[in-house]
């Protein structure tokens, strides 16, 4: 079962912006995500992803333990029967991590299972990006383009180009998911004002474009 730590991060989020006296619109710049998204996730009326809300953290200042607290893996191995599984909302993706940190890693790693008629934001953040489909069928739309993956089949991408997922069936898809960006660890450089205005200068997707591809 997920997590009780993973139930209403809206009002962390909230807080930890109001906190460093950030308007809504600066953490979309920063983030890439669209205000009403942002707004819906401070009211917990959507959740986002575990990349969104990371890049989300980025932003605050905050480590990504401000708003979820994931089990550690000191040696890098996990059993199946002892994983501990955890999401960002009950009825949300489920995770089980599957990777360790340590001093200069670069792969993070993650077993999701994504409920039946799923439909993520539309995000980018830093990084690649590999998806393998354990079971069931998930699409992926990149920048306009739809792939549709089913069991056995990957996709390996940029995640800095805007992309969104959607789960267009009754059942739940199994995929682990192996990425470049930093998961679980706190950043050694935080979006600080600089860092912010930089990444309100990047091209960001938008939410309304995925979704009609997606239909």
């Known amino acids: 079962m997920p997590s009780d730590e993973s139930v209403k991060i809206g009002d962390r989020i909230r807080d930890a912006r109001k ?11 920063a983030t890439g995500l669209s205000i009403g998204f942002l707004s819906q996730v401070e009211r917990d009326i959507t959740t986002p992803s575990l990349s969104s809300l990371v890049t989300i953290a980025r932003a605050l200042d ?13 040696n890098g191995v996990t059993r199946r029967e002892d994983r501990a599984v955890y999401s960002l909302h009950p ?10 940190e340590a001093q200069g890693q670069s ?5 999701m299972r994504i409920p039946p008629h799923y ?3 539309t995000s980018t953040h830093e990084g690649e990006e590999v998806v393998y489909i354990l079971s069931g069928t998930l699409r992926y739309a990149i920048e306009g383009t739809v792939y549709e993956l089913n069991a056995g089949d990957s996709l390996h991408f940029s995640p800095q180009r805007p992309h969104k997922v959607h789960n267009p069936t009754d059942q739940p898809v199994d995929a682990i998911l192996v990425g470049t960006q930093p998961l679980f660890v706190d950043f ?6 600089g860092g912010l205005a930089a990444a309100a200068a990047q091209p ?12």
């Open 19 to 29: 906190a460093r006296r950030l308007t809504l619109q600066r953490v979309a710049d």
């Open 62 to 74: 905050v480590s990504i333990n401000a708003f979820l607290q994931a089990v550690e893996i000191p």
């Open 91 to 100: 009825s949300w993706i489920v995770y089980e991590r599957l990777s360790s």
């Open 107 to 111: 792969l993070s790693a993650v077993k």
């Open 119 to 121: 439909l993520s934001e």
């Open 188 to 193: 050694a450089t935080p979006l600080s004002d």
């Open 204 to 215: 960001v997707g938008r939410t309304e474009s995925a979704s009609k591809v997606l239909g």
